[in-house]
């Protein structure tokens, strides 16, 4: 499976943004799937992740509450729905799959399998 992911942009602190990973070559629906991020001279971090069905999602906790992954399978996209954006969510966001993630183990980047390119979220202040 490829990903594509997209949606960044330049935004103003409070502002709302929404990624799109696009998949293709397989069925997004055979996949769980994460979001990580990397800001300038630090890891990548977990952000998000959403099982099979989107009956489960996950979220660390420096966005939760602000932040919601979905998925619409008939698109073959899964979504991060990003609001009241602060300039620490500043980074390069990734979206990442696999179609078996161990229990419990979703935040780990080294579970996934398939990445995209990244797309940057610039938020000033």
């Known amino acids: 499976v490829q990903l594509q992911a997209s949606g960044g942009g330049l935004v103003q602190a409070g502002d709302s943004l929404r990624l799109s990973c696009a998949a293709s070559?397989?069925?997004?629906?055979?996949?769980?799937v994460g979001w990580f991020r990397q800001a300038p001279g630090k890891e990548r971090d977990f952000v998000a992740a959403?099982?099979?069905?989107?009956?489960?999602?996950w979220s660390a906790d420096s966005v939760k509450g602000r932040f919601t992954v979905s998925r619409d399978n008939a698109k073959n996209t899964v979504y991060l729905q990003m609001n009241s954006l602060k300039p620490e969510d500043t980074a390069v966001y990734y979206c990442?799959?696999?179609?078996?993630?161990?229990?419990?183990?979703?935040?780990?980047?080294?579970?996934?399998?398939?990445w995209g390119q990244g797309t940057q979220v610039t938020v000033s202040s």
């Open positions: 070559g397989r069925a997004v629906s055979r996949y769980f």
């Open positions: 990442a799959a696999h179609d078996f993630v161990r229990s419990g183990r979703y935040y780990e980047s080294s579970e996934y399998l398939y």
């Open positions: 959403i099982n099979w069905s989107g009956g489960s999602t």
